[in-house]
């Protein structure tokens, strides 16, 4: 069966100090049930892997580049991230479609290059609020999914996060009903190009405002398997009930 995934994303939050979040958490979380990922920004990969080469938690970057080396000035390959300690890399998220302009097949040369590195994906994908009123959520999401999850994907290196725009941030949570109506879709259309098998295996995460106070009722919905989570991720005070709820699941 698929493992639960507690994703933090710590996006560009956190310096040294905060290492000792990460901390607190690898030794709340002994023997959690559910696999535990944080990914903070990539300054403070290498730091992190020290603290949790032994214990629950794993680390994941928040972008790569499609390159494996080369003439891209700040930019950061796939084998880097790997060889600061990130075993993960979280990719397509709707901050870097929106403030870099990354279109599907850019999310998807990136994924094609992670996995080439050994990292697993998290490739993240929702609709904005005009698309979801405008009743094209299932459109933009079958439309992501088949531009930005490349063909080289097996069911044990890619996670999918349902992040609809319009809630990251927000405080604002699709009805569980919607949830489930686009994991159940994103389960569907998975089998349709991969077969069941693979289908099966991919881990379909839900993020976009998800806390202590509504991650037990999200982990209930048929096919979510964890939760891709922004601001509740920072301090282990916060991640530790959302973790706490998809062990208890
Ligand atoms: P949020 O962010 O939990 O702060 O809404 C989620 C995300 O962007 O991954």
New binding site residues.
């Given amino acids: 069966m698929r493992r639960k995934l507690a994703a933090g994303?710590w996006?560009m939050n956190g310096t040294s100090a905060d290492l000792a979040q990460i901390e607190t958490l690898a030794r709340t979380h002994v023997g959690a049930i559910s696999e535990i990922l944080i990914a903070p920004p990539a300054t403070l990969l290498h730091r992190a892997s020290e603290i949790t080469r032994t214990g629950p938690v794993t680390l994941g970057a928040q972008d790569c580049h499609a390159s494996g080396s080369g003439a891209h000035t700040g930019d950061i390959s796939a084998a880097m991230l790997l060889d600061a300690g990130a075993s993960y890399v979280i990719l397509g998220?709707s901050?870097r479609r929106g403030d870099h302009a990354e279109q599907d097949s850019d999310v998807s040369a990136k994924a094609s290059a992670a996995l080439g590195a050994g990292l697993r994906v998290i490739i993240c994908m929702g609709e904005a609020l005009q698309e979801r009123e405008a009743g094209n959520t299932l459109d933009i999401i079958a439309s992501q999914l088949a531009g930005s999850v490349p063909d080289d994907v097996s069911g044990e290196n890619l996670v999918i996060?349902y992040?609809p725009i319009w809630?990251?941030?927000?405080g604002k949570v699709p009805s569980l009903a919607q949830i489930g109506e686009v994991h159940d879709f994103l389960r569907a259309r998975l089998e349709q190009r991969f077969g069941a098998q693979t289908a099966r295996a991919v881990r379909l995460l839900y993020?976009?405002?998800?806390k202590a106070a509504n991650a037990e009722q999200i982990f209930a919905i048929p096919n979510v398997d964890g939760a891709?989570?922004?601001?509740?991720s920072l301090t282990a005070d916060d991640f530790t009930p959302i973790i706490n709820a998809l062990d208890a699941i």
Avoid: M, Q, W
Avoid at 167 to 170: K, L, N, P, V
Avoid at 228 to 232: E, F, K, R, T
């Fill in positions: 994303n996006k998220h901050e996060a992040e809630a990251i941030g927000t993020g976009g405002s998800v891709l989570v922004g601001g509740a």
